[in-house]
């Protein structure tokens, strides 16, 4: 038996008016998924304990089976992982975005125009966080580039004595009343400070102004943690397990874990990745050795983020693509195989922002048909009545021997 877990990341939303008040899923044409919900278990499940903030790393490291509240050290430190920065014990590692505020003369009074300063690309990015290093970095502060707007900075023998606030909660708003609090909250907002004064005037941010496009005018620190430790996949769960994201958070988890980390060409973690490319990876994993994949898309949750509802229909729409080329190849192959398709957390578009609602999947087995529905969506897998209390328990009843 093959398993492969497709998660559409924030894929779950809310009614909208705008689309007749239907959801992105309900209004989405996906005509392969809601055909395999007609022979599909669906149901609904809560990934995020009730002590933990609804982020992708809690309600990831849930659908893969972990437990969050004894697993979860922080986000930062699992992309850590994946860019391959050596931790130790002492360390406290953070998320470090490029964001774009807006212009007013006192930091306290601007406004988070956008988490991503524009999607930035991975050169520009590179070419900034080199510039700040120099300027930044010291014997107990260092700055790490990672993809697009997401990258590190480590702090060596230093303890987390500060609240962060993610930078996608607080879009649109004034970010005088979310900056770093607490005993070190004004060490964490110098930095940031820093980071915006040298930020302002450099030449990647002058050509990107002048291309009309977002500056990334300063750092925002958030996700902070300590060096995690993972039980190894396999020998948790018996299977030689891969990982397939764009991300470093989800790259992260499967170097943790122990899994093998799949690097597609073309895959970006927006609606513009190379969905087939990453279909087909899975499929080529699993018929070369691999008993389970973990296929991580990234897209909805970041035009949910974005309150860009076309977008977010388009990227479901073309998840439903990846779910049939992973199954007819399996099938093709004659392959036995048990598949699952759920969103991490909703995103709603209203809201920019993730939310804890349960959330809706679908578990197909190519062996045995159930008495599925007419369609996968959030009211359809909620009518069934049937909820698992957590990620970890419905990976358990995923993977669990017919």
């Known amino acids: 038996m093959k398993y492969a ?9 809310y009614k909208i008016p705008s689309l007749a008040q239907k959801t992105p899923l309900q209004a989405a044409r996906k005509p392969f998924i809601d055909a395999l919900a007609k022979k599909s278990e669906l149901g609904l499940v809560s990934t995020v304990p009730p002590a933990l903030s609804p982020g992708s790393d809690v309600a990831n490291l849930s659908v893969l089976g972990y437990d969050p509240a004894e697993h979860y050290t922080g986000r930062s430190p699992l992309e850590a992982a994946s860019i391959g920065i050596p931790l130790s014990g002492t360390d406290l590692t953070l998320r470090a975005n490029f964001v774009t505020l807006s212009g007013e003369e006192r930091y306290e009074d601007r406004s988070m125009e956008d988490y991503s300063a524009g999607e930035i690309s991975t050169a520009e990015a590179a070419e900034l966080i080199a510039f700040l290093k120099t300027a930044l970095d010291d014997e107990t502060t260092e700055l790490f580039a990672g993809v697009s707007y997401r990258h ?25 009343a979310y900056l770093p609090a607490g005993e070190d909250g004004g060490f964490y907002l110098g930095l940031m400070k820093r980071s915006a004064a040298l930020l302002a ?13 977002r500056p990334a005018n300063s750092l925002w620190l958030w996700g902070a943690g300590t060096k995690p430790a993972l039980p190894p996949f396999e020998r948790k769960t018996g299977l030689k397990g891969g990982m397939i994201s764009a991300v470093d958070l989800l790259k992260g988890i499967g170097k943790l874990a122990g899994m093998r980390v799949i690097d597609v060409p073309g895959a970006t973690g927006n609606y513009d ?16 050795g691999l008993d389970f994949v973990y296929l991580h898309m990234e897209a909805p949750d970041e035009c949910g983020h974005q309150g860009d509802v076309a977008h977010k229909i388009y990227a479901i729409e073309q998840i439903d693509g990846v779910v049939k080329c992973v199954c007819d190849r399996l099938s093709a192959a004659g392959e036995a195989f048990r598949l699952l398709l759920l969103p ?30 007419l369609s996968y969506d959030e009211d359809t897998a909620a009518a069934t009545g049937r909820i698992f209390p957590s990620g970890r328990a419905l990976f358990g009843h995923f993977i669990e021997k017919p």
Not at 152 to 173: M, N, Q, S, W, Y
Not at 273 to 288: M, R
């Open 5 to 13: 877990i497709i998660l559409g990341d924030g894929m779950a939303d």
């Open 201 to 213: 005037e450099h030449p990647v941010n002058r050509r990107r102004v002048s291309e009309g496009k």
């Open 273 to 288: 990745t190379d969905f087939i490319g990453k279909a087909n990876a899975c499929a080529d994993a699993l018929l070369s």
């Open 344 to 373: 991490d957390h909703p995103t709603p578009v209203a809201l920019r922002t993730h939310t804890r609602d349960a959330v809706p999947y679908l578990l197909y087995d190519s062996t045995r048909a159930a008495e599925g529905a």
């Open 152 to 176: 590190c900075l480590v702090l060596h023998k230093r303890t987390e004595k500060a609240v962060f606030t993610p930078p996608h909660d607080i879009i649109g708003k004034k970010i005088g």
